[in-house]
């Protein structure tokens, strides 16, 4: 089975500062990866995936995010916060590169101070 | 291109009653996933629909069930409703080849219905 846990609820930053939201996960396969992003009263919106190919993966808007294997983690940055950012931010795993079926963390409330 | 459609967008119910919900897929997608977000928590996979068939199913109960279109909409009916039921509903549409695996079939999320059960 696989769970990523998401560490801190709520995330605040400074606009201009260095977002990093955590993730980490378990699995017993090799899992696939992947950071949404939820604005309020809309759906999910996929800002990276990772696929076993590269490790440090780029994504929408500045995001990018790093697999490190070693340490079970798939942790999301973004070098300069921009207000937009706001949102809430789920990390997720799936058993399989075409497997839709998606495990979700619970969330990290992203907040930018201007 | 039309994104995923959700509807209704807010529903009130009340203990015990039964509700339907409904999405329209992405033009061209096949497969058709629901998702539970408590408040608070990230969405959890209830079942998913391949081309009219169930095909893998979440840790709900049997009185949340589905369906799938010939067009690829779809619907989420629950019976008898819990206030634990209380949540944003989700769908998500994807495109998956006849062939199987080998590339990620990206999953389109609509904006979610809100159904409150008091």
């Known amino acids: 089975a696989q769970s990523v846990t998401q560490l801190g609820s709520h995330v605040s930053v400074s606009e201009g500062a260095l977002v990093l939201l955590r993730c980490n996960y378990s699995?017993?396969?090799?899992?696939?990866l992947f950071w949404y992003v939820q604005y309020p009263n809309q759906g999910l919106q996929l800002l990276l995936k990772?696929?076993?190919?590269?490790?440090l993966v780029k994504g929408i808007n500045g995001f990018e995010a790093e697999f490190k294997k070693s340490e079970t983690s798939f942790h999301l940055t973004k070098p300069s916060a921009h207000m937009s950012d706001a949102a809430e931010y789920f990390c997720?795993?799936?058993?399989?590169?075409?497997?839709?079926?998606?495990?979700f963390g619970t969330g990290t409330r992203l907040t930018i101070i201007p | 291109e039309t994104g995923v459609t959700q509807s209704p967008t807010h529903l009130i119910k009340t203990r015990g009653q039964q509700v339907t919900l409904r999405c329209s897929s992405q033009s061209g997608h096949n497969t058709v996933s629901w998702y539970q977000q408590a408040l608070g928590q990230g969405p959890q996979f209830i079942f998913q629909y391949y081309r009219e068939e169930e095909n893998g199913r979440g840790n709900f109960p049997p009185r949340f069930s589905g369906l799938q279109f010939p067009n690829y909409s779809s619907e989420l009916n629950v019976n008898a409703l819990e206030l634990d039921d209380s949540a944003l509903y989700l769908c998500?549409?994807?495109?998956?080849?006849?062939?199987?695996?080998?590339?990620?079939?990206?999953?389109?999320f609509g904006p979610g219905t809100r159904l409150t059960v008091l």
């Open positions: 997720a795993v799936s058993a399989s590169f075409g497997n839709e079926k998606l495990t």
């Open positions: 990772y696929t076993s190919a590269a490790t």
């Open positions: 699995s017993s396969v090799p899992p696939y």
């Open positions: 998500a549409s994807s495109r998956r080849s006849s062939s199987g695996g080998g590339s990620y079939n990206e999953q389109f």
